[in-house]
């Protein structure tokens, strides 16, 4: 079963592809039906620079939402982690737990 991660973000191909180490695992992209001959099939999409795929939390870079399936690229070095901070912007966003305080009318119910 896939996993989805806590957090990813889409990028542009063609921004991807800027990574002077970026290599690209075509075989695992997403599968599309298309038409052939009047049969539906299925067929490993082709990438573009137009197209967007995910980076992960892990920095692994995903052609779908999910960080185990479709994995594009996993060479996940020191480089690789600057490049997606400095260029790509990429930051984990941290959230604060939300404290919840009850009212007045609730604490008064409950005793």
Sequence with gaps: ???????CKAYSLKKLREFSQWTERAENTRKEKQL????EVEERRLLTDDDFLYLQENYVVTD????DENII??????E??????????????????????????QEKSES
């Design 36 to 39: 052939v001959d009047g049969k």
């Design 80 to 105: 690789w982690k600057e490049f997606c901070h400095k260029t790509l912007a990429f930051e984990i966003p941290v959230y604060e737990p939300v404290q919840v305080k009850a009212t007045a009318d």
């Design 73 to 78: 690229f996993d060479n996940v070095t020191p």
């Design 1 to 7: 079963m896939a996993t989805m991660g806590k957090y």
């Design 64 to 67: 779908g939402i999910f960080k």
